[in-house]
């Protein structure tokens, strides 16, 4: 499966936290069981959001 990286970075992990619970959120409105999302950190630093786009049947 391949991911979907959020076109920003951020200088916190709680505002990156924050999106990412606004993006798992969304996909569980939009009915999706599960979503896999995540926060990484660069190796500068910032930190960003991916997650993986559910299944297309």
Same mark, same amino acid.
């Given at each position: 499966?391949?991911?979907v990286y959020e076109a920003r970075l /951020?200088? !916190?992990r !709680?505002?990156?936290?924050y999106v990412a619970m606004c993006v &798992?959120?969304? %996909? #569980?409105? &939009? +009915?999706h069981q599960q979503p896999l999302v %995540? #926060? /990484?950190r660069?190796?500068? +630093?910032n930190y960003g959001v991916r997650y993986q786009p559910p299944l297309s049947m």
């Amino acid at each position: 499966m391949t991911w979907v990286y959020e076109a920003r970075l /951020y200088d !916190s992990r !709680s505002v990156a936290n924050y999106v990412a619970m606004c993006v &798992r959120d969304d %996909q #569980i409105l &939009r +009915g999706h069981q599960q979503p896999l999302v %995540q #926060i /990484y950190r660069t190796c500068k +630093g910032n930190y960003g959001v991916r997650y993986q786009p559910p299944l297309s049947m």
